[in-house]
T-cell receptor, first 113, second 111 residues
Framework: DARVTQTPRHKVTEMGQEVTMRCQPI?????VFWYRQTMMQGLELLAY????????DSGMPKDRFSAEMPDATLATLKIQPSEPRDSAVYFC???????????FGPGTRLTVT | RKEVEQDPGPFNVPEGATVAFNCTYS??????FFWYRQDCRKEPKLLMS???SGNEDGRFTAQLNRASQYISLLIRDSKLSDSATYLC????????????FGTGTRLTVIP
């Protein structure tokens, strides 16, 4: 049963620290997405990649967030420096362009104090 | 205006009841439509895609009305395990993979 995996599952850090979240998409999926979910805003798209190339990162605060895909099996989302307002659940999803369906990982629950 | 709008509920229904959710979308060029289910503190999971002709999967039926730009989900014979938040999802524009998620409708099925 192929799944998207994410690490860490939980992260508590202090304001100003760097946070790196990792995602392994489902093998064979060539689109990868990063979302942020909060109670107030719901699910927001931060960035997405196709064939490892960034296609849209307009939802991401550019000054502190960065997303990369070093290879087809790894996507990273980095926050530097982190702020309390970044506290949220960050989901990675992968999919295939032809169907548009996306499959989500379990998320990283980030708390910035 | 939001890309996707849903009634947040909550919907509290007894076991065995039929319940329907609607959502509206703003971009008439959208081509892909989905319903996702999200349990508390879990990730969203694809429930079903929504096709122009409507489609059914067991107790679940999805309908698309392009003229009015709304999507519906009907759940028949509700089970306790159907309790979750149901997210209406639409793609942003033709051929795009970026999806817009509604804020969800909360369903609780009561014994």
């Amino acid at each position: 049963d192929a799944r998207v995996t994410q690490t860490p599952r939980h992260k508590v850090t202090e304001m100003g620290q760097e946070v790196t979240m990792r995602c392994q998409p489902i093998l064979g999926h060539n689109t990868v997405f990063w979302y942020r979910q909060t109670m107030m805003q719901g699910l927001e798209l931060l960035a997405y990649f196709r064939n490892r190339a960034p296609l849209d990162d307009s939802g991401m605060p550019k000054d502190r967030f960065s997303a990369e895909m070093p290879d087809a099996t790894l996507a990273t989302l980095k926050i530097q420096p982190s702020e309390p307002r970044d506290s949220a659940v960050y989901f990675c999803a992968s999919g295939l362009p032809i169907t548009g369906e996306q499959y989500f990982g379990p998320g990283t629950r980030l708390t910035v104090t | 205006r939001k890309e996707v709008e849903q009634d947040p509920g909550p919907f509290n229904v007894p076991e065995g009841a039929t319940v329907a959710f609607n959502c509206t979308y703003s971009n008439s060029a959208s081509q892909s439509f989905f319903w996702y289910r999200q349990d508390c503190r879990k990730e969203p999971k694809l429930l079903m895609s929504v096709y122009s002709s409507g489609n059914e999967d067991g107790r679940f039926t999805a309908q698309l009305n392009r003229a009015s730009q709304y999507i519906s989900l009907l759940i028949r014979d509700s089970k306790l395990s159907d309790s979750a938040t149901y997210l209406c999802v639409v793609n942003g524009k033709t051929g795009a993979n970026n999806l817009f998620f509604g804020t969800g409708t909360r369903l609780t099925v009561i014994p």
